[in-house]
């Protein structure tokens, strides 16, 4: 039943890596599949010592895979050589996985008190069945639902749920303007979240690079929260205007992002310059504030302000708008199907992108939709 609970684990966080990387998704797949079957057929039958050793392996395999990932990093995928944040659910799924290998080798020894030797008797062995698969069943569920699962988001990105501009709220960067923005209703379903990298030529390539470079480069005070205050991004008004959003909001907005999470910070010069993609002016600022009240300046977002997007850095750069309907009273609301609540219109944001403090080697994903957390962890960590 421990290896049936690690299986559970598997299955629930296929999808997200699906979404990062499709062999990772079907990894998880195949060893829940090979965790379920190994638990079926030991339950069903007496098994053989060669078969619990089997699976005692395959749980040690795994549990050393989850090792490398959190620690150096796998050699290979999307985040090569970056390791993972430790999580909730990898943490409870490894746990199953090494119990259940321990029992597997004290099943195959010898010297393991009636191994395979009769059976309990059948209430005992529903009774101990049912406690373990309820205690397992608990622990998997937990975990799953766990917020946070992602690879640790919370401790650059903020956002569980990728990119949210403030946990839900109003984006700050997207709304400051009084004019078409601000929409709440942040949905990329419809855009990949990494660029088509494959398709782009040595050119493309050299020159997203470089913009990611040049923007590094130019913004490197701005780590300094003050120095970037002092250059027109105020830090700490946006941090409290987010703030005053959530209250606003309730207790479960307050919940979901009391004193850490990530913040946009906008230029209003920078905003109406009629400049775009310009490294040395971003019109917005991404910064994460931690638990302790520091701020770490994790990417920027350009905008176009009133003005169709250029079409450079393809197909690295890719823009977006929200949608919002505002008036009657209420509070921003995210239309359906295109079609805002009587009493209330339909307003456009300008288009934005975002740019995102990784590494040149990791380039898509600087240029993903979703904040890539394990790439901007090991970056930040790369940091002097």
Known sequence: MLTVGAALIHVGV?????REWWAAGLFFLVSAAAQLGWALWCWSRPSSRRVLLAGAGGSVALALVWTVSRTSGLPFGPGAGVAEPVGVAD????????????????????WAPIRLKGP?????AAALTGAVAALTLVASGAAIAAPGHDHGAAEVAGASAG?????GTDGEGDDTDGDDTGATAHDHSDVPNLPDAASATPAQTAAAKDLLAKTIAATTAYR?????TKAGFDVQAAWDRKQKKLAALGTEARRKSPRTGAVHVPNEANRTDGKVLDPSAPETLVYRRNTDGKFTLIGIMFTAEKKAPPTSYQPYVRWHTHEACVGGGLKKLKPVNGVCADGTTLRTSGAMT???????GQ?????????PVKAMVAYQKSLP
């Not at 309990?120 to 005992?124: A, D, G, H, L």
């Open 14 to 18: 296929s999808a997200d890596h699906f």
């Open 91 to 110: 943490t409870v799924c490894v746990t199953l996985e090494v119990l259940s290998a321990g029992l597997a080798v004290v099943a195959a020894t010898a």
């Open 120 to 124: 309990s008797t059948p209430r005992r």
């Open 163 to 167: 990119h949210s501009h403030a946990d």
């Open 224 to 228: 300094d929260p003050a120095a970037a």
């Open 354 to 360: 975002h740019l995102w403090f990784v590494d040149s």
């Open 363 to 371: 380039l898509a994903q600087a240029y993903a939709v979703k904040p």
